[in-house]
């Protein structure tokens, strides 16, 4: 019989999110009248606002007639990679520098392909889980050691370093996956830690992938939204965007990637020209009517939509921080961003995660499921309709008895 993929089996004790999920049903089939509130995973409640959403009905509606007929679009419309650039990189990028997809996630896995299963990574830990487990299931990281991957550089985030990791850990010729604002902990880097972070990427002959996918929760202005602030990331670093967080596209499925021309490998060859080669080799384009919702999200109407969508979920995250700090739970995160990240000195993670939901009936995100510096953490997130965040605010009272 063919054999499995041996980096499969690396892959330690399944997926987060579903271990989350598979909680959550044997706790609700033992209390079948439990009313349980998520704040758990990072998925968009709320609907897609009028605008927008007649510009997917719109790309839907062209579909059918012969003059509106489109077919494949490889690297996506012209139009809307022009627009991205004007509105996210005041213009200062190439179409041909930017590339539509169906999500961030699925770029963060394929752009793995680009350096293959002999890279050394690292990762800010803790971080969003497809940077480790797509470095697992292409062979550059693995087996599960018991604290962490082989072959992964852990970049300890912590309230010590205020988020932000010791750079002089970073490897060699590696590949660096940097989040900001930060997936769980909703830290957001300064322009200063984002310059010191280009620099120690040139310096070490790295790569960095940026995942700006909550760049649109920035609120202060001096804050930096893509890597491309810095000048020198052209040469040392790709940014993965997405419609995703602050369209509510989690299910329409678009994002970009950005891949500077002047990005090379060691050996002098352009990263750009292969990213367009993958794209067309396994991909083949993002849906037309997704990409027609994203032209509408941003035209003016659509970015005063963004805002109002993303100020709605950081309504939510500024209830959640309040009600944690009321109880004396220090965390950081909400304001820039839709996550807020809550110690619980000296305690397991899954621990707090089991009290929180049994008291309160609330589902979080254990904290130690982002890396092993997320022990003793609980994410909280602020994707939810606002009166179940205001009726789990309330509920948390519970765990100061
Ligand atoms: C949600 C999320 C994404 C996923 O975006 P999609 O475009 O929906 O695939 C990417 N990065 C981070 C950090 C996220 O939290």
Same mark, same amino acid.
Request: hydrophobic residues 40%; glycine residues 12%.
């Given at each position: 019989?063919?054999?499995?993929?041996?980096?499969?089996?690396?892959?330690?004790?399944?997926?987060?999110?579903?271990?989350?999920?598979?909680?959550?049903?044997?706790?609700?089939?033992?209390?079948?009248?439990?009313?349980?509130?998520?704040?758990?995973?990072?998925? #968009? #409640?709320?609907?897609?606002?009028?605008?927008?959403?007649?510009?997917?009905?719109?790309?839907?509606?062209?579909?059918?007639?012969?003059?509106?007929?489109?077919?494949?679009?490889?690297?996506?419309?012209?139009?809307?990679?022009?627009?991205?650039?004007?509105?996210?990189?005041?213009?200062?990028?190439?179409?041909?520098?930017?590339?539509?997809?169906?999500?961030?996630?699925? !770029?963060?896995?394929?752009?793995?392909?680009?350096?293959?299963?002999?890279? +050394?990574? %690292?990762?800010?830990?803790?971080?969003?889980?497809?940077?480790?487990?797509?470095?697992?299931?292409?062979?550059?990281?693995?087996?599960?050691?018991?604290?962490?991957?082989?072959?992964?550089?852990?970049?300890?985030? +912590?309230?010590?370093? !205020?988020?932000?990791?010791?750079?002089?850990?970073?490897?060699?010729?590696?590949?660096?996956?940097?989040?900001?604002?930060?997936?769980?902990?909703?830290?957001?880097?300064?322009?200063?830690?984002?310059?010191?972070?280009?620099?120690?990427?040139?310096?070490?002959?790295?790569?960095?992938?940026? !995942?700006?996918?909550?760049?649109?929760?920035?609120?202060?202005?001096?804050?930096?939204?893509?890597?491309?602030?810095?000048?020198?990331?052209?040469?040392?670093?790709?940014?993965?965007?997405?419609?995703?967080?602050? %369209?509510?596209?989690?299910?329409?499925?678009?994002?970009?990637?950005?891949?500077?021309?002047?990005?090379?490998?060691?050996?002098?060859?352009?990263?750009?020209?292969?990213?367009?080669?993958?794209?067309?080799?396994?991909?083949?384009?993002?849906?037309?009517?997704?990409?027609?919702?994203?032209?509408?999200?941003?035209?003016?109407?659509?970015?005063?939509?963004?805002?109002?969508?993303? !100020?709605?979920?950081?309504?939510?995250?500024?209830?959640?921080?309040?009600?944690?700090?009321?109880?004396?739970?220090?965390?950081?995160?909400?304001?820039?961003?839709?996550?807020?990240?809550?110690?619980?000195?000296?305690?397991?993670?899954?621990?707090?995660?089991?009290?929180?939901?049994?008291?309160?009936?609330?589902? +979080? #995100?254990?904290?130690?499921?982002?890396?092993?510096?997320?022990?003793?953490?609980?994410?909280?997130?602020?994707?939810?309709?606002? %009166?179940?965040?205001?009726?789990?605010?309330?509920?948390?009272?519970?765990?100061?008895?």
């Amino acid at each position: 019989m063919i054999t499995r993929n041996p980096c499969i089996a690396n892959i330690n004790a399944g997926y987060l999110f579903p271990e989350i999920a598979k909680r959550r049903r044997e706790y609700a089939a033992a209390h079948p009248a439990a009313k349980i509130i998520s704040l758990g995973v990072g998925n #968009t #409640t709320e609907p897609i606002l009028p605008h927008i959403n007649r510009g997917l009905v719109e790309g839907a509606r062209q579909l059918g007639t012969v003059e509106g007929y489109s077919g494949y679009s490889d690297e996506g419309l012209l139009a809307l990679r022009e627009r991205i650039s004007a509105v996210f990189y005041q213009g200062e990028l190439g179409a041909d520098e930017i590339f539509i997809s169906d999500g961030a996630k699925c !770029d963060i896995g394929r752009l793995q392909l680009l350096f293959g299963g002999g890279t +050394t990574v %690292a990762v800010q830990d803790p971080s969003y889980p497809v940077y480790v487990d797509g470095s697992v299931l292409i062979g550059a990281a693995g087996p599960w050691s018991g604290t962490g991957y082989r072959g992964i550089t852990y970049l300890p985030c +912590t309230v010590e370093n !205020d988020y932000f990791p010791d750079l002089s850990l970073l490897p060699k010729h590696g590949l660096i996956y940097f989040c900001s604002p930060n997936n769980p902990t909703g830290a957001v880097v300064t322009r200063e830690q984002l310059a010191a972070l280009v620099d120690a990427a040139g310096k070490t002959g790295s790569i960095i992938i940026f !995942d700006a996918a909550y760049s649109e929760y920035i609120r202060d202005p001096k804050l930096p939204k893509t890597i491309f602030e810095i000048g020198e990331a052209r040469t040392c670093a790709i940014e993965v965007n997405s419609f995703s967080k602050p %369209a509510g596209f989690t299910g329409v499925r678009l994002g970009w990637t950005v891949v500077p021309r002047d990005l090379k490998y060691a050996g002098g060859e352009s990263v750009n020209a292969d990213w367009s080669r993958i794209c067309g080799t396994i991909f083949n384009g993002a849906s037309n009517i997704a990409q027609a919702g994203g032209l509408a999200a941003l035209e003016p109407e659509g970015l005063k939509e963004i805002r109002e969508l993303s !100020d709605f979920y950081l309504g939510n995250a500024k209830l959640i921080r309040s009600g944690l700090q009321s109880l004396n739970i220090s965390c950081v995160g909400g304001d820039n961003s839709p996550y807020i990240w809550a110690q619980f000195p000296g305690r397991d993670s899954w621990e707090v995660f089991a009290e929180i939901l049994e008291k309160c009936q609330v589902v +979080t #995100t254990p904290g130690s499921g982002f890396g092993p510096a997320g022990q003793s953490f609980i994410r909280f997130s602020a994707f939810g309709h606002r %009166a179940g965040v205001e009726e789990a605010c309330g509920r948390l009272g519970k765990l100061s008895r």
